[in-house]
T-cell receptor
Framework: SQQGEEDPQALSIQEGENATMNCSYK?????LQWYRQNSGRGLVHLIL?????REKHSGRLRVTLDTSKKSSSLLITASRAADTASYFC???????????FGQGTRLTINP | GAGVSQSPSNKVTEKGKDVELRCDPI?????LYWYRQSLGQGLEFLIY????????KSGLPSDRFSAERTGGSVSTLTIQRTQQEDSAVYLC??????????????FGSGTRLTVV
């Protein structure tokens, strides 16, 4: 079964609105990361949050991590058409040196 | 180089043929990873290199899949006797050191493999 599961699978909002995506995982982690993928090719690293951190900001991105609930959320504020992409959460498991990716959320920003 | 380079970007092959996919990581990145992504799916881990050794090859789906890395740099993923279920985008990523704790991975643009 997947370590990371994103919710929702797809999200469509109007430009200017905020977009929230959630990720749940099953086992203890070192850190959790969010990536963006355009057009089904290479992924771009957005933000990393360590297991001892609860919230992190980067520009219009805000990530939260709740290790007691084994969940994370990615908030994109003031969305733009260029934010249209698939967003993946990825966890680095304790004792492992690889990332395990979820299935992704397909975000569409309508002009 | 400035980024992770993968070649070819697209590959169409006949069932039963062997293919080689190449990844050229960022200079100085000691860790290299191969992932596979089927259409509309998440990324499936294949293998991780630290330098020239592969401490984790647990994701290779069968013995038809192998990978090597030479000189701590370029890596080649080889698929022998390709099957239609091997069709996917094969993504390579590198990072400065093993483990993503010190930062995220840098991904290449992938090789889209189609087995007909």
């Amino acid at each position: 079964s997947q370590q990371g599961e994103e919710d929702p699978q797809a999200l469509s909002i109007q430009e200017g609105e905020n977009a929230t995506m959630n990720c749940s995982y099953k086992t203890s982690i070192n850190n959790l990361q969010w990536y963006r993928q355009n057009s089904g090719r290479g992924l771009v690293h957005l933000i990393l949050i360590r297991s001892n951190e609860r919230e992190k900001h980067s520009g219009r991105l805000r990530v939260t991590l709740d290790t007691s609930k084994k969940s994370s959320s990615l908030l994109i504020t003031a969305s733009r058409a260029a934010d249209t992409a698939s967003y993946f959460c990825a966890t680095e498991l304790q004792g492992a040196q690889k990332l395990v990716f979820g299935q992704g959320t397909r975000l569409t920003i309508n002009p | 180089g400035a980024g992770v380079s993968q070649s070819p970007s697209n590959k169409v092959t006949e069932k039963g043929k062997d293919v080689e996919l190449r990844c050229d990581p960022i200079s100085g990145h000691t860790a290299l990873y191969w992932y596979r992504q089927s259409l509309g799916q998440g990324l499936e881990f294949l293998i991780y290199f630290q330098g020239n050794s592969a401490p984790d090859k647990s994701g290779l789906p069968s013995d038809r899949f192998s990978a090597e890395r030479t000189g701590g740099s370029v890596s080649t993923l080889t698929i022998q006797r390709t099957q239609q279920e091997d069709s996917a985008v094969y993504l390579c990523a590198s990072s400065l050191v093993g483990g993503a704790f010190r930062g995220g991975y840098t991904f290449g643009s992938g090789t889209r493999l189609t087995v007909v």
